[in-house]
């Protein structure tokens, strides 16, 4: 081997060295940027969920009040449909 052919190796084994050092590094934080999004992506998700279950359980709690309603045959339909409704809004303004 003369030693031109060495030094072009070695400068190349170095270029190569700094190149793939360089890559790791970027990477390494798309990596970390990626892990970064999923992790927003579930906290908001979790609080989706959260919030279609509050929903869900008012919904169902006034499902359950106008069963009651409807199968109440002794009851004053116009005063209980009142009150429901004055509560409706009393909950929207909080």
Known sequence: MDFEFLAIMVFVVAILAIVLGIGNDAFQRWLRHKEKQL?????????QAAQYAAKAEKLEQRVRVLERIATDTGADLATQIEDLRDRDIEESVQ
């Open 39 to 47: 992790e927003l992506m579930a906290d908001k998700t979790a609080e």
